[in-house]
Antibody, heavy 120, light 108 residues
């Protein structure tokens, strides 16, 4: 079935960088807008970034603007999140999510998440 | 900035109806989506565009949206419905996706 699989999480020191990947399968990746959403331990969902199907339109949450960068490679069916200047408060499970065609801003498919821990 | 407000918790007995609210200024003018998240799992879309139901979601899940509040209604609640529920909108004034703080549904 339709699947998103995140990778690249791990432990990093404050100020460090990490690049997350999200591999899509069993759907036409290039047709869909995509997003990253995170969830800090015991907390709610926080939207981070949004990229259009061709990559020309990108939005960021204020909390990560200037530090995180979203991108995609439609030839590889992959979504990325480059995270720089990481802080302790960036510790969270990071999900990639597909934007539903039927709705334009609902997320109809989610990955299982990858954990990022920022600690010295 | 736009804020979505959800009650932290809702409790309901099995077989009864649970209603979870999502408040926001003139939220009736926006499309509201709802997600269910069970412990250790990724969120699942249960209602989109106020009242749409994705394939595979039981008819027991329904939504409405008017004025300053949107509502997720779960009829004939089952033990398996126990989860956190989040509302979500697109805020066109900021080009941001916004989530409510989440509501923990407890089935007594």
């Amino acid at each position: 079935q339709v699947q998103l699989v995140e990778s690249g999480g791990g432990m990093v020191k404050p100020g460090g960088s990490l690049r997350l990947s999200c591999a899509a399968s069993r759907f036409t990746f290039s047709d869909y807008y995509m997003s990253w959403v995170r969830q800090a331990p015991g907390k709610g969902l926080e939207w981070l970034s949004y990229i259009s199907s061709g990559g020309s339109t990108i939005y960021y949450a204020d909390s990560v603007e200037g530090r995180f960068s979203i991108s995609r490679d439609n030839s590889k069916n992959s979504l990325y999140l480059q995270m720089n200047s990481l802080r302790a408060e960036d510790t969270a499970v990071y999900y990639c999510a597909r934007v539903a065609l039927v709705s334009q801003d609902a997320f109809d498919v989610w990955g299982q998440g990858t954990m990022v821990t920022v600690s010295s | 900035s736009y804020v979505l407000t959800q009650p932290p918790s809702v409790s309901v007995a099995p077989g009864q109806t649970a209603t979870i609210s999502c408040g926001g200024n003139n939220i009736g003018s926006k499309k509201v989506h709802w997600y269910q998240q069970k412990p250790g799992q990724a969120p699942v879309l249960v209602v989109y565009d106020d009242s749409g139901r994705p394939s595979g979601i039981p008819e027991r899940f329904s939504g409405s949206n008017s004025g300053n509040a949107a509502t997720l209604t779960i009829s004939r609640v089952e033990a398996g419905d126990e989860a956190d529920y989040y509302c979500q909108v697109w805020d066109s004034s900021s080009d941001h996706v916004l989530f409510g703080g989440g509501t923990k549904l407890t089935v007594l």
